[in-house]
C-alpha cells in the first residue's frame, strides 16, 4: 500500500469515525440527558432521530456535490461545520435547543461519510479496494459500538456534554492530514443543487417519523398521528416522482438498475433497522431497568468491538476473493440467532450467563456482514458515482435505522418494560434475517454475474 493510499485511509476512516461515533454515542447518555434537561422517552427517540433525520436526508446532496466538487473540498466543509454544531450540542441549555442542535450536527455529518468513503473508492482498485473498505469497515463499525463505551465513561468521570465536546480533537486532526493530502482533484462541472429535493426529502421523512414518536402519546386515530404520518408519506411519493425526471437529482434512481446495488441496500434497510433499534434500547434498558451505570452498560457492548476491530477486515478480505453473497446470508442470520438468544436476559439475569453469549454472536454475525455489504453495494458502481452511490447506501441505512427507532414505541408501549424489551429483541431478530434471505436470493458474485452475462449473449450464425 503506497503513502498516499495509508494517508487517504487513515483521513476516511477518522472523518466517518466521528459521524458514526455520535450516532450511537448519545444512546448511552440519554438517561442523564433527559434527568437534566427534562423529557421522556420520546425526547431521547427525538434526540437520536434529530440527528438521523438530516444525515439521511441530505446525505444524497452531498453525494452530489462530493461527485461534483471532489472529496477533499466537500470532507472539508463537512469537518468544520461538524466541530460548530457539535459544541452547539455540547452547551445547549435545554432539550429543545439539544434536539435542534442535533438537527444541524446532522446535517454537517452528511457531508463526511460520503465523501470519505468515496475517496477510497477513488483511490483503491480491485482486491486492494475490498480490503480498504474492510479496513475501513472495521473502524467505523467500532465507532459505532464503541460509542457506548467511550460516552459511559465521560458520562460517569465527567459530564454527558463531553460526548460532544471531544470530538474536537480528531476534527482537527482529520483537518491537518487533509491539508497534507497530495491529492488532486478538479471541480467537475457547475453545481446546479437539488434545494427542492433536498427539502421534499428532509419534509417527507420528517412528517413520518414525528407521528410515529408521538403515536404513543396520541394514540392512533389521532389527527396529530394521522395527518402528518399520511402528508409525509404524500410529499415522499412526490420526492420519488420529481427525482425521475431531473438531471441533477439527489436520488438519481437510475443507478439502482445496477443489481447489487439495488439488491444490497434492500438488504441493508432490514440489517440496519435491526441494529438501530438493538443498540437504542440495549443501553436504555441496562441503565432503567437493570440498574447498570452508564459505563457500565458501555462495558456490556465492549465484546462487539473487540471482535469488530478484529474480524471486519478478514471477512472483508475473503469477500473480495470469494464474493459477498455467503457472508451477506450467514452474517445476518448469525446475529438473529444472537439477539434470540438474549432473550434468557432480564433485569435481574447475569451478564456473563445470559447476555453475554447472545451479544458475541451478534458480534460475530455483524463482522461477517457489514465490511462485504459495503463492498458489493459499491464495488459494481461506475467510480464517477462513487459519492452518490455511497450517499445512497448510507442514507438508506439511517432512515431504516430512524424509521425502526420512530415505531419502538408501538413495540414497547409508553413506556420500557422487560417484555417490551423482549418484544424488541424478536423483532430485531426478524429484521437481520430477512436481510439474510434477501442476500441469499438476490446478491450475485463477481463469477456468477459473468456467468449471467455470458448466457445473455446470442451466438452470431456462421
Known amino acids: 500500500m503506497a503513502n498516499t493510499q495509508r494517508l487517504v485511509l487513515l483521513i476516511a476512516i477518522l472523518a466517518s469515525f466521528v459521524a458514526f461515533l455520535d450516532g450511537s454515542v448519545v444512546n448511552v447518555a440519554l438517561p442523564k440527558i433527559t434527568s437534566q434537561l427534562g423529557g421522556g422517552l420520546a425526547v431521547q427517540q427525538w434526540i437520536v432521530d434529530g440527528y438521523t433525520l438530516t444525515l439521511g436526508a441530505f446525505i444524497l446532496l452531498a453525494g452530489s456535490l462530493s461527485d461534483t466538487f471532489g472529496q477533499k473540498r466537500i470532507l472539508t466543509y463537512g469537518l468544520i461545520g461538524f466541530g460548530i454544531t457539535s459544541l452547539l450540542c455540547a452547551y445547549s441549555p435545554n432539550s429543545n435547543i439539544l434536539i435542534f442542535s442535533r438537527l444541524l450536527q446532522g446535517g454537517a455529518a452528511a457531508l463526511l461519510v460520503p465523501s470519505s468513503l468515496a475517496l477510497i473508492i477513488s483511490t483503491f482498485k480491485g482486491e486492494e479496494q475490498a480490503k480498504a473498505i474492510g479496513r475501513w469497515t472495521a473502524w467505523t463499525g467500532v465507532a459505532f459500538v464503541i460509542g457506548p463505551l467511550f460516552g459511559g465513561f465521560l458520562i460517569d468521570a465527567l459530564s454527558w456534554r463531553w460526548i460532544f465536546a471531544i470530538n474536537l480533537i480528531p476534527i482537527l486532526l482529520t483537518l491537518q492530514l487533509l491539508h497534507g493530502l497530495p491529492y488532486p482533484e478538479e471541480k467537475r462541472g457547475r453545481a446546479r443543487l437539488d434545494l427542492l429535493g433536498g427539502i421534499l426529502c428532509v419534509t417527507g421523512l420528517g412528517l413520518p417519523v414525528y407521528a410515529l414518536i408521538e403515536q404513543p402519546k396520541y394514540g392512533a386515530s389521532s389527527p396529530v398521528f394521522l395527518l402528518p404520518l399520511v402528508l409525509g408519506l404524500a410529499i415522499l411519493f412526490f420526492f420519488l416522482r420529481t427525482e425521475k425526471r431531473k438531471s441533477n437529482a439527489i436520488l438519481p434512481l437510475s443507478i439502482f438498475r445496477v443489481r447489487n446495488f439495488k439488491i444490497g441496500n434492500l438488504a441493508t434497510a432490514s440489517i440496519y433497522a435491526g441494529l438501530a433499534i438493538a443498540t437504542f434500547l440495549l443501553a436504555i434498558y441496562l441503565q432503567q431497568i437493570a440498574g447498570y451505570s452508564a459505563l457500565d452498560a458501555g462495558l456490556a457492548l465492549l465484546p462487539v468491538t473487540i471482535v469488530m476491530f478484529g474480524l471486519s477486515p478478514i471477512f472483508g478480505s475473503l469477500s473480495g476473493k470469494y464474493g459477498p453473497r455467503f457472508f451477506m446470508t450467514a452474517g445476518p442470520l448469525t446475529a438473529a440467532a444472537g439477539f434470540l438468544l438474549m432473550l434468557s436476559f432480564s433485569s435481574h439475569a447475569a451478564y456473563f450467563s445470559h447476555l453475554l453469549p447472545g451479544i458475541l454472536l451478534f458480534a460475530l454475525g455483524l463482522s461477517c456482514t457489514v465490511s462485504p455489504l459495503t463492498s458489493a453495494v459499491l464495488s459494481d ?48 431478530a426478524l429484521l437481520m434475517a430477512v436481510g ?3 442476500s441469499a436470493l438476490g446478491i450475485r458474485n463477481r463469477k456468477d454475474k459473468s456467468r449471467h452475462d455470458s448466457s445473455l449473449k446470442v451466438k452470431a450464425p456462421a
Open 381 to 428: 458502481v461506475e467510480p464517477g458515482h462513487a459519492g452518490i452511490a455511497s450517499a445512497v447506501n448510507n442514507a438508506i441505512s439511517r432512515i431504516a435505522g430512524l424509521v425502526a427507532i420512530a415505531c419502538i414505541g408501538l413495540i414497547t408501549g409508553k413506556s420500557l418494560t422487560t417484555n417490551g424489551f423482549h418484544r424488541t429483541l424478536i423483532a430485531t
Open 436 to 438: 439474510g434471505i434477501i
